[in-house]
Every structure is written in structure tokens, then in C-alpha cells.
């Protein structure tokens, strides 16, 4: 939206849907100009729609396969070995949620276990008994809206608390809330039921002792893998796979090579924006915000390359 508002011929392309992490959020409600909150869903079909009035061309699914440098452009290759050359690339491929390493999670994926609450996923609870694993915002966001939508809810956490993990906001409103117990201390150690999800083992940390509790639907936020696989070596990444921009890169080895701009990578004419980046805030409203600063960073790098 910012690229193609501000004169750039912008192409988005996504592998799964417009809006990525964030239109599966279940409800945002420390987005700017909507005090009462609003779905995820909703953010992005009106940001694309206003994308799409401003010129860009938003593209999905459509996965990229991989990027590289030739002739002086960056060129992205789709899955489908067609290439698209560009003078710059900004990387907002965000992160893929990480899964439970526990037997017949697979069997029970779509059918109780859960990687978004959506209005979909509380129609199939309602009423039910449901298990949000994860400590971050994102699992409170849905355990405050799983409960909302009459579900009876529990949240259970390696931690001892959510203190470090959970923007205080969010943790006054969980305590605050009859229908949402804590659990801390705790992983998941087993899922069983028939064709559906119908019970989640816990084991204690500490102890060891096991406990089963009836669960409906389970809904995971464990964190994300950056969805970085597909850049080129010259990207350089962090140990877990984040990209590096500006200040987090290492000196240049070469004297006179560029200084990265903000939001840079290693790459010059390439930036990085949102959750794929090293040390992001992890919030759609920062995200939003590092991105609208690398569409400027792109234009003063086509300039000094002009």
C-alpha cells in the first residue's frame, strides 16, 4: 500500500493468502483507530482493498521459490520457475507456526488442534471446553475471544507465569475473566480421541505427574520459524533464521561498500519488514509502521543508484 501510494510499480506476492500472519488473528485490539478492536480478516481485506486502489498488484497464492542478483536487479523466482526482476525487494514473508512434537498431531489437525481462532473455530467450539497453549499475545487474543464466545477456556504455559511473555493488558483481562483458567509449569505430552480431538495429556515440568483434562479444540501458539528458506545466500540471517537490517549487520568487509540503510539487509537494495525480521516487536501495528519506513529506505537507495 505505502509502495504503490508513494509512486513505486509495487508487486506483492504471497504464498498462502493476502495478510499472512495477521488475517488469521482471531482480534487485534491494539491497532490504532479502531478502539473496540477488529479481526484480523478484517484489517487486511480493507488494507488490500485500499492496495489495490492505489496501483499495487497483490498476487496469491503464489509462493517464491528464491531471489538472487544479476545484471544489477534482484530477481524473484516463483515456484513455478517463472522470475519477476526488480530494482528492490522488501522482505515481509513473516514466520510459520511452530508445531506440538507430540503422536497423532497430524490426525488431529483441522479436526481439534488449531493454528488461528477465528469466528470459524469458535462456531465449532461454542460451548465446549478448549486448550490455548502459548504465552505470547496471540494466545492471549485468543483465549480472551475463545472465551467471549462462550468457551470455557484454559491456558497452559511452560512458564511459571505470563509476566514476560504477555502485554499487561491482555494478562489483566485473562484474570479478570471467569471462563479462563492458568496453568502453569506445564507441556503437552499427549493428544487422544476418536475422530476428533477429545482430551490433551499435560505433563508438570517439575513433577512429572500427568493430568488429562477434556478439550474440544486445541489451539497452538508456540512461536514461528522465520519463512526464510527461499532467500539467497548473500541474505545473512541470525542463528534462528531472522534477517538482519542496518544497525544488526556486521561491519562491511569491503571499503566503500554502501552503509545499510534502515531496514536493509545485507543486500543492498534488499529490506526486511515485519516478524521475519531479527528483533522485531511482534505486532501488526510495528509491522505496519517498518514497513511503510522500508518503502522510504527504498526510495533513497533507487536514488543513489540512479
Known amino acids: 500500500m505505502y509502495g504503490a501510494s508513494e509512486g513505486l510499480r509495487t508487486v506483492s506476492l504471497d504464498a498462502v493468502t493476502i495478510g499472512g500472519q495477521a488475517g488469521s488473528s482471531s482480534r487485534i485490539e491494539n ?5 473496540n478492536g477488529i479481526s484480523g480478516g478484517d484489517l487486511t481485506a480493507r488494507a488490500a482493498v485500499q492496495a489495490m486502489r492505489l496501483g499495487a498488484r ?7 521459490a528464491g531471489l538472487r542478483t544479476e545484471a544489477g536487479f534482484h530477481v524473484v523466482v516463483l515456484r513455478d520457475g517463472s522470475e519477476i526482476p526488480t530494482r528492490a525487494v522488501i522482505v515481509a514473508s513473516g514466520a510459520q507456526y511452530r508445531r506440538l512434537a507430540v503422536e497423532d498431531l497430524e490426525r488431529f489437525e483441522g479436526a481439534g488442534v488449531y493454528y ?14 478448549v486448550l490455548v497453549i502459548g504465552g505470547g499475545n496471540s494466545a492471549g487474543q485468543a483465549a480472551v475471544y ?3 464466545n462462550n468457551c470455557r477456556v484454559t491456558i497452559a504455559i511452560r512458564r511459571s507465569d505470563l509476566a514476560q511473555t504477555m502485554s499487561q493488558y491482555l494478562i489483566e483481562r485473562i484474570e479478570a475473566d471467569p ?13 487422544s480421541g ?9 505433563k508438570d515440568i517439575a513433577t512429572d505427574e500427568r493430568r488429562t483434562i477434556r478439550c474440544s479444540g486445541l489451539f497452538c501458539f508456540i512461536g ?12 545473512l540471517l541470525d542463528r534462528d533464521g531472522f534477517v538482519l537490517t542496518d544497525r544488526q549487520l556486521p561491519p562491511p568487509l569491503s571499503a566503500g561498500a554502501p552503509t545499510p540503510l534502515p531496514f536493509e539487509t545485507s543486500v543492498s537494495g534488499v529490506f526486511a519488514a515485519g516478524d521475519v525480521r531479527h528483533d522485531s516487536m511482534k505486532r501488526v501495528a ?21
Open 286 to 306: 510495528a509491522a505496519v509502521g517498518e514497513g511503510s519506513s522500508a518503502v522510504r529506505s527504498v526510495h533513497e537507495r533507487l536514488a543513489a543508484t540512479a
Open 224 to 235: 514461528a520459524r522465520p519463512a526464510t528458506s527461499w532467500l539467497g545466500e548473500g541474505v
Open 31 to 35: 491497532y490504532a483507530g479502531f478502539p
Open 194 to 202: 476418536e475422530e476428533r480431538l477429545e482430551r490433551v495429556t499435560l
Open 146 to 148: 475463545l472465551a467471549q
Open 179 to 191: 471462563k479462563i483458567e492458568l496453568i502453569t509449569a506445564v507441556e503437552v505430552q499427549a493428544l
Open 116 to 129: 488461528a481462532a477465528t469466528d470459524l473455530e469458535a462456531r465449532v467450539c461454542d460451548g465446549t471446553s
Open 58 to 64: 497483490l498476487n496469491a497464492p503464489c509462493e517464491v
